[in-house]
């Protein structure tokens, strides 16, 4: 798919915005009724005409654009959509707008499928007004199923995801819990409710003895039980969110020609004894003479982490507890695993010292961000 987002348009007034519009939204392509495109004729990858009715159209351009952007009435674009919604998370974007081009409206997949944001952008473009109803957005608020977002934040499950939203926009007490990852989540605009309280950690939620309907927490530390967090005198589980921020980096050494199986095995062993959530991994940092090693590159192809590469010099500004001087024969450097994951985190202090198994060496450390205080992360 080369184009992002498909335009379709029936009337002779809605073929001609939605042509003004391929022209000023980036990534458009535009698919007109044949009966009212006059002069129009098909442009590989800018316009489509297509003659038939559009409900045999729209499973087609549904499975393969980001966003559908009908240029007809409300009713018919939910009676003509209705049929092919499966899920929140893979449905398209739908945006309506009204043939003159007063409205530009948010109708599916505000969120997660960022019709709303592309709303904006649109009624931007063509001078209309934007609707957008979803009650977070409408109250200034920020949305718990678009939480970090932009920073690569992930959630263990979605189940829990409808009732803690629920919870969020009815005004009911709801605990959000913050251990790592980055402090600017708040959209811009956005307010943190009165009804949401602030915590650094699951320790001191569970020492607040306070009650709360609903809570989100933000951490790369997992716990075998769920409820051993809990505040007492406190129900959480029913309906509780977990995001995994991308805040640890993990330091690696290894001997040439080392498997990507035996890294992984070290890595995945390491953050288990550690419990600490392999979706946390943000990157792998090491020497730049490990940068064509086929099993490190495997294994970060595999989670698709970056590999972050450090010169001798580089990697020997950090000063080191115990500098290796047949590591510094070999590399040039007095350490590879530890220096490399302090450098890529900005930390100054480790989450787990050079550790060696077999082949390998591993160092793990945590993310500070602009703001933050190093040790602040529920520890």
Not at 24 to 52: C, H, N, P, Q
Not at 55 to 84: K, M, N, Q
């Amino acid at each position: 798919m080369s184009k992002r987002y498909a335009a379709v348009a029936i009337t002779r007034s809605g073929i001609e915005l939605a042509v003004k519009l391929g022209g000023r939204l980036g990534g458009t392509e535009v698919f007109v009724y044949a009966k009212y495109s006059g002069e129009l004729e098909a442009r590989s990858g800018e316009i489509t005409v297509f003659d038939g009715p559009v409900r045999g159209l729209l499973p087609r351009l549904f499975g393969s654009y980001e966003a559908v952007i009908l240029f007809f009435s409300l009713g018919a674009a939910v009676r003509l959509t209705a049929p092919l919604l499966r899920d929140k998370r893979t449905d398209p974007a739908v945006i309506v707008i009204d043939e003159r081009g007063e409205h530009v409206i948010s109708m599916l997949s505000g969120h997660l499928g960022g019709a709303n944001k592309l709303t904006l952008e649109i009624a931007e473009l063509l001078g209309s007004h934007p609707v957008i109803t979803t009650a977070s957005d409408v109250q200034g608020t920020f949305a718990v199923d678009l939480l970090g977002r932009e920073y690569g934040w992930r959630a263990d499950s979605f189940t829990s995801m409808k009732g803690v939203s629920a919870a969020l926009v009815n005004g009911e007490p709801v605990a959000f819990v913050q251990e790592s990852g980055e402090r600017d989540w708040l959209p811009p605009g956005a307010e943190v409710p009165e009804h949401v309280s602030m915590f650094a950690s699951r320790a001191e939620l569970r020492y607040s003895r306070r009650s709360f309907s609903a809570a989100i927490v933000v951490s790369d530390r997992v716990t075998e039980e769920p409820e051993e967090d809990a505040p007492a005198d406190t129900t959480l589980a029913e309906y509780t969110v977990v995001y995994r921020p991308r805040s640890l980096v993990l330091g690696l050494g290894c001997n040439r020609g080392t498997s990507a199986e035996e890294l992984e095995a070290v890595v995945l062993r390491t953050l288990n004894e550690l419990r600490l959530s392999l979706d946390s991994v943000r990157n792998v940092a090491t020497a730049g003479i490990k940068g064509d090693e086929a099993g490190l590159l495997a294994l970060c192809a595999k989670y698709s982490w970056e590999l972050v590469l450090y010169t001798p010099e580089q990697l020997n500004t950090v000063e080191l507890d115990h500098p290796s001087e047949v590591v510094f024969r070999t590399t040039g450097a007095y350490g590879v695993c530890e220096p490399a994951a302090l450098l890529s985190s900005g930390a100054h202090s480790l989450l787990q010292p050079k550790l060696k198994s077999g082949n390998v060496t591993i160092a793990v450390a945590r993310i500070v961000y602009p703001g933050e205080k190093e040790g602040k992360s529920g520890e």
